[in-house]
């Protein structure tokens, strides 16, 4: 009778073990890699081809987003970036503190921008960022962190390039200059006890600032003086119950409510109640802005999606919960400029740049 050999076959299956680890190495550096760009586009910026978004049709039955372009694309994201150092005070600053640090976004909750300068609103650090999508570098305006009691949100920026914050805790909403100098402060502690977003008519210099306590709309002037309400509580049209966000479009003011049915209320500057949508599509709206073709986009906090719609009708669904490009964790702040829509992707700390696809096959659309 023979006898085994021990050691043959403990060499067999160290070999066999050794090439399946081999292939194992190769097969994870082989998706490594792509693992690799999609952080590295994640966390650091740059540019990244999302040619097949996240999108879910309206209506899947012979809708042309099926087969047509994209309304939407990823173009980039911004998550960290050099300082800027040119002009005076860059100098200044980089002589009287040597090399200057890398900016790392921490918590962007709200974006906005005109021309070619984005400003985004880092709620983590009461830093308001100038961020040149040209040269890609940041200019921090620490000046404004003195004026805020608590986390500085949502932001509009006029054409002047001058913004105004909102200051949920301080009851506030602060207007700056470019340079970050305080030009005007906006309160009312008899109407307005929870500021949730601001925006402004600048034919007239009328500010309205959502309050999420009261459920109103309180207008200011350009002085800071409270001038009217437009809303009240209650349910119904022209009434509200924790208002979120706002939005303008050429048809009016756009009102949204997280409790209300519809969620969606469009006003006339005066207040006159025109039409509402959203009900049945809509959970947590959170934020909200209207292209030039007056299509909506609504960011919904129930599941990280991107709501978009026209004439009061759905259009599209993009996005979802997740980290990479195309997907978002908290999309607290949106702002139109052009064909850009920018996005304060706040849990993921950083800003998506989604271009806005002019050529894209959109459906027909019913009326109201």
């Not at 009287?96 to 400003?119: C, F, H, K, T």
């Not at 207007?175 to 307005?192: C, I, M, P, V």
């Not at 599209?316 to 920018?342: C, E, H, I, K």
Request: net charge neutral.
């Amino acid at each position: 009778m023979s006898q085994r050999r021990p050691g043959k076959y403990r060499v067999a299956l160290i070999s066999r073990l050794t090439r399946t680890l081999l292939l194992n190495a190769v097969f994870v550096l082989l998706v490594g890699c792509s693992i690799a760009e999609l952080e590295r586009v994640a966390t650091e910026g740059g540019s990244f081809d999302a040619s097949q978004p996240t999108v879910s049709p309206a209506n899947t039955a012979g809708n042309p987003l099926l087969s047509g372009t994209s309304l939407l694309v990823v173009e980039s994201v911004i998550a960290r970036g050099q300082q800027d150092v040119r002009g005076a005070t860059g100098q200044f600053r980089r002589l009287a503190v040597g090399a200057v640090e890398e900016v790392i976004l921490r918590q962007p909750v709200a974006v906005g921008g005109v021309d070619n300068i984005l400003y985004i609103v880092d709620a983590t650090l009461k830093i308001v960022f100038q961020y040149d999508l040209t040269a890609k570098l940041f200019r921090p305006i620490r000046e404004v962190a003195e004026h805020f009691t608590g986390d500085p949100g949502s932001i509009y920026v006029a054409k002047d390039h001058s913004f105004y914050v909102v200051d949920t805790l301080g009851k506030q909403v602060l207007h700056f200059a470019e340079d970050g100098s305080l030009l005007t402060r906006f309160q009312d502690l008899a109407n307005l006890a929870r500021p949730m977003d601001v925006t402004v008519d600048e034919l007239t210099g009328n500010v309205f600032v959502a309050d999420g306590s009261f459920s109103h709309v309180v207008v200011f002037n350009s002085f800071g003086k409270a001038t009217r309400l437009l809303g009240r509580r209650g349910t119904g049209s022209g009434r509200f119950r924790a208002i979120t966000t706002l939005a303008v479009g050429s048809d009016g003011l756009y009102i949204f409510d997280r409790l209300e049915m519809p969620p969606v209320q469009v006003l006339t500057w005066d207040g006159t109640f025109r039409y509402a949508f959203g009900e049945d599509v809509l959970i947590y709206p959170i934020a909200a802005a209207v292209d030039r073709d007056q299509r909506v986009y609504v960011s919904d906090q129930s599941d990280d999606t991107l709501q978009i719609f026209q004439d009061g009708n759905l259009l599209m669904t993009f996005g979802g919960a997740g980290s990479s490009p195309g997907r978002f964790r908290t999309a607290s702040g949106l702002w139109v400029n052009g064909d850009r829509l920018y996005v304060a992707d706040s849990l993921n700390r950083r800003v998506q740049v989604l271009r806005i696809n002019p050529n894209a096959a959109i459906p027909s659309t019913s009326g109201r």
